[in-house]
């Protein structure tokens, strides 16, 4: 199981790598999630969380 953002649930994206000769590889897009304290229902807990959610203030971090 692949790990995804906590708050909004953003997780692995997959498509094709095209080179300039325009053969085709797969790939992968990895969301940038850290590991953080959150404040959830009053208690905190860890939680992955992606730098998009920090960024924007849709989660609070806890102390």
Do not use: D, F
């Amino acid at each position: 199981m692949s790990k995804e953002c906590a708050i909004c649930h953003k997780s692995v994206a997959y498509g094709n790598a095209i080179s300039h000769s325009h053969r085709r590889s797969n790939r992968r897009w990895e969301p940038n999630l850290r590991r953080v304290r959150i404040v959830v229902n009053g208690a905190s807990k860890r939680a992955y969380v992606c730098t998009r959610c920090l960024r924007s203030g849709k989660v609070q971090r806890a102390i």
